[in-house]
């Protein structure tokens, strides 16, 4: 029976959903119009250098697409005790680094060791605060051992990729950060084969991962293409086999013209928005954040740049995260109403030049975007003609992904049209709360509200979502009032992928998370 069974799973394995053999080899190429700012798990604090580090490096468990529930990765089994105050991990024992060394319980209580480290400055070790200690209970056994209970804990606890605890020991924690992930044993499906900065990552089948069948690829190539026409050019020509959406114009193109691309659409938790930074006059008011708001059309600039692939933005939650709230309305286009508020906040036109001052000083700012991004550099001359018709001189700025990230960083800016791919885990702390202002926050507006910190502390303690929304409501509702960004939009997701390649299985927490999954009928390339 053993034998019978293990031979159906091997047959099941060779086979695609449509009965097709899978075959194995071939490169794929992934257009990018930014490089990475590190791939170091413990430095990168950006969606994409994730989507890579976690092909490279295992979690104990995989995040399934419901964002509530997970599946055996690193781990094979997990349980509470009967408290829920402590979560045992049972860990495979088939696990090496690329190295040779073995996985180990060692490395998942050395990866915890430099994640609460206060020399090393994790961004997400705010995810580990209620976990007081992590303990061994053998080679393959771990226990999390909480202060509380609340309804986060497993996700808290498998948040970061295990790092090998034979090679962090290397390190003093200060130097952790900067160690570049060339250097890094990695126990995921792949390794790095080249990272050439400003050109392009190479990605090569890991030979010592634990499943042989797994990745099927040779190799994948991330190509950094700084413009996005260029980049949509290229895919169409064949030059590239895939690249997320970015200029929405192109998707109903491709439908109509180019067959050979697939347009593989996902409800998406990314929003983009325009940061104002409050630690700047006038941005600190949160009068004139709101005018600044109603003067923009919100609606214009989705119709005009997605072509119905964006609903209007709310909020810190998309509506595909359970907390997020039906009920809030967007404020209105209002120009008038936001020269009204102007006045009142001291503006005016006192020497009729067509521009608002206060205490002589013009109202004036620059907005900057990333280089090789359309959608934001058109939104940009949107915006700056908006803001002209109330009065307000915007001077648009692009400039290379890493070098706006750090002005960001270092409150070095005036506004900033930016992204953010929302936590699959419904807390406002990482983005919103007080202590995740500054360099090494992701704060980087420097909004502060005790009430809202309150208010979500309170509803992330709560094991009854249900209970917990009305709170996370009230939370949303005052964000949203005090416009510390004007929230834009939420685009779909939209993953174009040349049509030999098979297996991919975009949604909400990649467009790439089983990218170690996917094939292709034609492995010539």
Known sequence: MAAAAA?????????????QAVKRGG????????DYESLNPMQATDAHARDIYNQLFLLLLDENSDLLTFSPRLAESWEFSP???????????DVLWSDGEKVTSRDVLATFKVQIDPEVLWSSRHLKKNIDSVTAGGEYEVTYHFNTVYPYQVMDAVDGPILPAHFLEKFAPSEIKAI???????????????????????????PAYYDKDIPRLDKVIFKIIPDVLTLSTQLKSGEIDAMEMMVPADVQDIRDNHPQIRVLEYHGRG????????ARPPFESMQVRRALGMAIDRKMIIDNLYYGLAGECVGPFPPVIWAYSPEMKPIPFDPAEARRILAAEGFSDSD???YLERDGRRFEFELLANQGNQIRADIQVLVQEQLRAVGIKVTPVTMEWTVMLAKQKSSDFDAVIGAWRASTKADLSPIWSCGARGADGYNRVDYCNPLVDSLNAAACAMLDFEEAKPLFHRAQKIIYDEQPYTFLYVPSGVLLLHERFRGAKPDAISSIHN???????????
């Open 7 to 19: 031979l159906f799973a091997a047959l099941f394995a060779s086979c695609s959903q449509k009965g």
């Open 27 to 34: 490169t794929l190429v992934v257009g990018e119009t930014s």
């Open 83 to 93: 408290d829920r105050l402590r979560l045992t991990f049972r860990l495979r024992d």
């Open 180 to 206: 570049p992930i060339e250097e890094f044993p990695t126990d995921g499906p792949f390794r790095v084969g080249e990272w050439v900065r400003g050109q392009s990552l190479t990605l090569v089948p890991n």
């Open 271 to 278: 929003y983009v928005y325009i940061g104002w930074n409050a």
């Open 352 to 354: 009729g030049d067509g």
């Open 515 to 525: 990218m170690h999954e996917w094939w292709v009928e034609e492995p010539g390339r």
